[in-house]
């Protein structure tokens, strides 16, 4: 049974960095959790992707929303996947989730497209 474990988050104040590691484990084959993203839910909102990689790593869809402050990267031999957050805003304050789906189609951030799911690490940001 595949499973995701966060780690990394926190209460920080705007303008400041974190970055959130995910763990995976219990696989067989690399195939089945080839894509992987971050997703991130505020209370009262909907679940919204926030970045997505590929095994290889060559594409990397992102959020308008965090363009150009978050970066997502993977580590294939230590089965880790990490999500660098800078110039943090008060909006990016939600539950942040790991996510990891069968290397099916194209990369996205569709979280009906990937089928093992972490329990959530927290990041609130606050002004």
């Known amino acids: 049974q595949v499973q995701l474990v966060e780690s990394g988050g926190g209460s920080v104040q705007a303008g400041g960095s974190l970055r959130l590691s995910c763990t995976m484990s219990?696989?067989?084959?690399?195939?089945?959790?080839?894509?992987m993203a971050w997703f991130r839910q505020a209370p009262g909102k909907d679940r919204e992707g926030v970045a997505a990689i590929g095994y290889t790593a060559d594409t990397t869809p992102y959020a308008d929303s965090v363009k150009g402050r978050f970066t997502i990267s993977r580590d294939n031999a230590a089965d880790t996947l990490y999500l660098q957050m800078n110039s943090l805003k008060p909006d990016d304050t939600a539950m942040y989730y790991c996510?990891?789906?069968?290397?099916?189609?194209?990369?996205?951030?569709?979280?009906?497209?990937?089928?093992?799911w972490g329990q959530g690490t927290q990041v609130t940001v606050s002004s």
């Open positions: 219990g696989y067989t084959f690399p195939y089945n959790v080839g894509y």
């Open positions: 996510a990891a789906g069968r290397r099916s189609g194209t990369l996205g951030l569709d979280s009906h497209a990937y089928q093992y």
